[in-house]
């Protein structure tokens, strides 16, 4: 082999090797859900043996999205509401 096909070729393999450890290839949101799925039904067992924590949690995530609801429909209402004559 040639020095500069081996050079060709170390670079190329550093490219692979950046690429596998979290280069341009791997996004923040691919990293997160090959965390999550795995956990996923562990986390729902866990849900279901804790009933009083699952009442809250559920609770908490219902009352979030009714305020963000209220907040959205009212700034809403308020920007584009069109002036009255």
Known sequence: MSPEEARRDGLHQARRY??????????P?????RQFLPRF??????????????LIAIFALA????ASTVVFSVVLQR??????L
């Open 41 to 54: 039904p562990l986390r729902l067992r866990n849900l279901r043996k804790d009933r009083r924590f699952s």
């Open 18 to 27: 950046r690429t596998r450890q979290g280069g341009s290839r791997d996004t």
């Open 63 to 66: 009352l979030g999205i009714g």
């Open 79 to 84: 920007v584009f509401q069109r002036p009255s």
């Open 29 to 33: 949101l691919g990293n997160s859900l």
